[in-house]
């Protein structure tokens, strides 16, 4: 749904009559939705173990950086809309998750030395696409900062 201010207001978020309005830079618009409250279960709980874990990793903001600009490189690529992203948080959970299916790694132990010590491909942008782990786009061999 679109939403239309007639006040030209640009940057107004939050919650409101059980909706969530919120701005998207990329389509430079508003944008509503309905908010629904996730009910409790046993994979909201394994996510939130899962992401507190991988917050906790502490990325480099030369690693974010890289993933910021992947995403940009991403985004332009023709064949995008098979695994949508809109920032860098999302490429790197995208990252994480093909790591954790291809090496059989549990993403709610996996700790900074471990990436260190067996020298797992998510350490840079570059080793996980040259690993798979991330779809190749054009110029991605300078995204080498490390984790």
Not at 37 to 48: E, G, I, L, Y
Not at 114 to 121: A, F, G, K, N
Request: net charge positive.
């Amino acid at each position: 749904m679109k939403v239309l201010f007639k006040n030209m207001i640009q940057a107004y978020t939050g919650k409101c009559d059980g909706l969530v309005y919120y701005y998207n830079r990329r389509l430079n618009r508003m944008c509503v939705r309905e908010y629904v409250k996730p009910r409790a279960t046993a994979q909201h709980s394994q996510f939130a173990a899962i992401s507190s874990n991988l917050k906790a990793l502490n990325l480099s903001a030369a690693y974010k950086q890289d993933l910021s600009d992947y995403t940009e490189l991403y985004i332009r690529r023709n064949d995008n809309h098979k695994l949508p992203v809109s920032n860098w948080y999302n490429v790197f959970m995208m990252l994480m998750w093909a790591l954790s299916r291809k090496y059989a790694i549990d993403l709610k132990t996996i700790t900074r030395q471990q990436i260190y010590d067996e020298s797992l491909p998510c350490i840079s942008v570059k080793d996980a696409v040259d690993a798979g782990l991330l779809p190749m786009v054009r110029g991605y061999e300078i995204f080498e900062n490390q984790l």
